[in-house]
């Protein structure tokens, strides 16, 4: 029996490791991910890493993973919590009014909300991250900023329901707060 269904945002170019380390964390913490995209259907992730040397980040093709539902499909309330993956896939899902909707009412409705990388990009979007402290990978920041939000270079960032993370690299610091607050809203 499932503790409740937690929405994982992706799109093309999602980072894989940004991705499923968090999808089987709920899985194993008793709940049930729920993948969403702008369409049901197979998308592309990627994997991220600046090598030795590089002053830009690599990027290949990773796994891939199937959104089961579409933003367009999706009651939030259905849902206890939100986790808005990496990768470039929010810089091109981030238009979407749906998602966008979506969102805000996560926000709105103060439930467990997790964000790592380039995933700030979308509640910044949303207008949801004015005066809130985040951690983000660092060339996000000045999204972050730019929008009233507050950029924390740290592994784990929590601020109220939301929990934060730089990078896949801080996936073993803010997942666990973020599935606390999980498991405090489920037993509600």
Same mark, same amino acid.
């Given at each position: 029996?499932?503790?409740?269904?937690?929405?994982?945002?992706?799109?093309?170019?999602?980072?894989?490791?940004?991705?499923?380390?968090?999808?089987?964390?709920?899985?194993? /913490?008793?709940?049930?991910?729920? !993948?969403?995209? &702008?369409?049901?259907?197979?998308? &592309?992730?990627?994997?991220?890493?600046?090598?030795? +040397?590089?002053?830009?980040?690599? *990027?290949? %093709? /990773?796994?891939?993973?199937?959104?089961?539902?579409?933003?367009? *499909?999706? +009651? @939030? #309330?259905?849902?206890? /919590?939100?986790?808005?993956?990496?990768?470039? $896939?929010?810089?091109?899902?981030?238009?979407?009014?749906?998602? =966008? +909707?979506?969102?805000?009412?996560?926000?709105?409705?103060?439930? @467990?909300?997790?964000?790592?990388?380039?995933?700030?990009?979308?509640? $910044?979007? #949303?207008?949801? !991250?004015?005066?809130?402290?985040?951690?983000? !990978?660092?060339?996000?920041?000045?999204?972050? *900023?730019?929008?009233?939000?507050?950029? !924390? +270079?740290? #592994?784990?960032?929590?601020?109220?329901?939301?929990?934060?993370?730089?990078?896949?690299?801080?996936? /073993?610091?803010?997942?666990?707060?973020?599935?606390? =607050?999980? %498991?405090?809203?489920?037993?509600?």
């Amino acid at each position: 029996m499932s503790k409740g269904k937690v929405l994982i945002i992706v799109g093309d170019a999602t980072e894989t490791v940004d991705t499923l380390y968090p999808y089987y964390r709920l899985i194993e /913490g008793g709940f049930e991910p729920v !993948v969403a995209g &702008q369409e049901r259907k197979r998308y &592309q992730m990627v994997m991220h890493e600046v090598k030795p +040397n590089w002053t830009i980040t690599k *990027e290949w %093709e /990773g796994y891939t993973i199937e959104a089961t539902v579409a933003f367009s *499909e999706i +009651n @939030p #309330a259905d849902y206890i /919590g939100i986790m808005f993956s990496g990768g470039r $896939a929010p810089e091109y899902i981030r238009e979407d009014e749906d998602l =966008l +909707n979506i969102t805000r009412w996560f926000f709105d409705h103060n439930k @467990p909300i997790a964000s790592v990388c380039h995933g700030v990009e979308i509640p $910044a979007r #949303a207008d949801r !991250v004015r005066g809130r402290k985040m951690a983000t !990978v660092a060339k996000c920041k000045f999204d972050l *900023e730019i929008c009233g939000g507050i950029y !924390v +270079n740290e #592994a784990c960032v929590i601020d109220g329901n939301m929990v934060s993370g730089r990078t896949f690299h801080d996936n /073993g610091h803010y997942i666990g707060p973020w599935i606390k =607050l999980l %498991e405090e809203e489920a037993a509600k």
